[in-house]
């Protein structure tokens, strides 16, 4: 251990803590910094506004993660990179490695009135608030909600829209069983004509049936202009009057990369290679700084999209590759070949399997089984990671 090189990682989201974990199978000391003390598996909070699961079923503390892979951590907010020095300023303190591996996702493009939404993708305390604003309308007997997200032309790839399906879905799900459905009125909003579009055509065909047959009224295809307390203004001043509003802003580049020495794209995300690693003007092959996750820019195909599982393959790979360089092999891994999307959107009754290469798209109805296997997967990330189950091979 003594001759090996310290990492530093950044984040403790999906790409950092995937990136500790197998960069200690490596044998490499690590610090991880994060600024929450738990690890939340984002993809299965959209289950806490109907109450089907507790906030602290969806966190895995950090502690735990480190005393099963023996990772040094570190509770501080990161304010500064200092990318050729390999060095990090934080609220406590200051944090250097030998190599940098920076996984602190990304920002949100900014939206007049945000004051007058909440998202599933923002802060996991949002995921609790908007439980409290559907408890209060169901409490009131009744109302109107819309659910939507937004696209950055800046970079398509940064675009969250799933999660928006699946709480609108399970909302309804929920209302349905308490049998006040009729009470309400649910919107879904996005600002381009097709929203799910990269999903496939296929997709989005099987989405428009979805809607019709939940009785989900649909408001496509024109920017907004602002957020307000009773509803959205869009471009042309029309509005979607709402009772409360969930919308998912596009990502865009984390502020701290602003103050740092960082390539960035247009965006404001990290510039890098196929191995993950940032050119720091020395080429990218010499570099000992790499970005994963949301935090990096991603190249491939217009359909690309930001998910935990392509995070995970980009961890996994900087591991590799940091290791392949200090022994001084040739091979690398790159994430390019690995870009694809897929998920399964959960409903609270079923879900759909959703697939999509550059040889097409799919997506499966699964009545039923489909929701127990995303609860499933929910109890497999958290135990697997902490060591307590094997992982299955690429997962």
């Not at 020495?261 to 191995?275: Q, T």
Request: glycine share 12%; net charge neutral.
């Amino acid at each position: 251990m003594a001759d090996k090189k310290r990492v530093l990682v950044l984040g403790g989201g999906f790409a950092g803590v995937e990136a500790a974990i197998f960069l200690r199978k490596e044998g490499y000391p690590v610090t991880l910094v994060s600024d929450r003390d738990y690890f939340y598996i984002y993809p299965t909070s959209i289950w806490i506004p109907t109450h089907e699961v507790e906030f602290e079923e969806i966190c895995v503390p950090l502690a735990d993660l480190q005393k099963a892979h023996g990772f040094d951590l570190v509770i501080d907010e990161i304010t500064e990179i200092r990318a050729k020095e390999r060095t990090a300023v934080g609220k406590g303190g200051e944090y250097s490695g030998d190599y940098l591996v920076i996984a602190i996702g990304g920002g949100k493009v900014r939206h007049e009135g945000s004051e007058h939404f909440l998202s599933i993708c923002g802060k996991p305390e949002e995921a609790l608030a908007i439980r409290d604003r559907i408890d209060a309308l169901v409490a009131r007997g009744g109302g109107r909600i819309a659910m939507g997200f937004g696209g950055n032309p800046k970079d398509p790839s940064n675009v969250r829209g799933g999660p928006a399906f699946e709480v609108l879905f399970n909302v309804h799900n929920d209302l349905k069983k308490r049998g006040i459905r009729d009470n309400f009125e649910l919107t879904f909003f996005a600002p381009m004509e097709s929203p799910g579009a990269r999903m496939g055509p296929q997709a989005l065909k099987m989405m428009d049936l979805f809607f019709n047959k939940l009785r989900i009224h649909k408001h496509f295809g024109k920017k907004i202009k602002r957020f307000e307390a009773d509803g959205i203004v869009f471009e042309d001043d029309s509005k979607l009057l709402s009772d409360f509003t969930m919308f998912i802003p596009a990502g865009d580049g984390h502020p701290v990369f602003r103050r740092s020495d960082l390539p960035l794209n247009e965006a404001g995300l990290i510039k890098i290679n196929d191995y993950c690693q940032v050119d720091l003007g020395e080429g990218a092959e010499a570099s000992r700084v790499y970005a994963v996750g949301d935090s990096a820019a991603l190249e491939g195909p217009d359909w690309r999209a930001k998910q935990g599982h392509i995070a995970e393959v980009m961890a996994r790979n900087t591991a590799f590759n940091i290791d392949a360089f200090e022994k001084g092999k040739s091979e690398r891994k790159g994430y390019r070949d690995h870009i694809n999307i897929l998920c399964v959107m959960d409903s609270g009754d079923g879900a759909a399997f959703v697939y999509r290469t550059h040889k097409g798209g799919k997506m499966i109805p699964m009545p039923v089984i489909g929701h127990w296997l995303k609860k499933g997967w929910g109890w497999y990330c958290r135990n697997s990671k902490l060591g307590k189950i094997p992982r299955i091979p690429g997962m």
